[in-house]
């Protein structure tokens, strides 16, 4: 069993550790937090391609799954207007560039702290982005089961 704490380290507890195990070394700290972003970046870019199924697939099927019904038709849209604001937020609050050389002149640990709020802030939107996505794909998914549901023999 390894003896390393579940507890997240604060933002200023990140700085420290980050200042340490770099040995203050500014260029590969903000390399690793670049890598940090990058993840959230890519990962908004699969939520977007999800989000743009699902837009793609509801101009073909959307009128037919309508038809089954209130239930098949509000199912849709809210499961279609869930899925278009997790994409909204994706691309605002996740791949909206921030350049963190726009900070004004200040110390290493500060430009840390920027880069990790600005991670954190990511990170959090990416978050609500993604359970919006699962639960508008949800939605989606049950208005196309009642389609299916609605031919059977």
Known sequence: MSNVP???ATPEQEVEHLLQLYDRDAAKIMSELQSQL????????TLL???GITITVTGFSGANIARTGRVGASL???GLVLVLVAAAIAMNGI??????TSL???SLAESV???IDVRDLKTRNFDLAMTLLVVG?????SSVALLLLGNLP
């Open 6 to 8: 579940l507890t997240r």
């Open 38 to 45: 990058s993840i959230l970046a890519n990962r908004a870019q």
């Open 49 to 51: 391609s999800l989000a």
């Open 76 to 78: 849709l849209v809210l």
């Open 95 to 100: 791949l909206r560039v921030r350049w963190t």
């Open 104 to 106: 004004p002149p200040c």
């Open 113 to 115: 702290r920027a880069a």
């Open 137 to 141: 794909l949800t939605l989606y998914v």
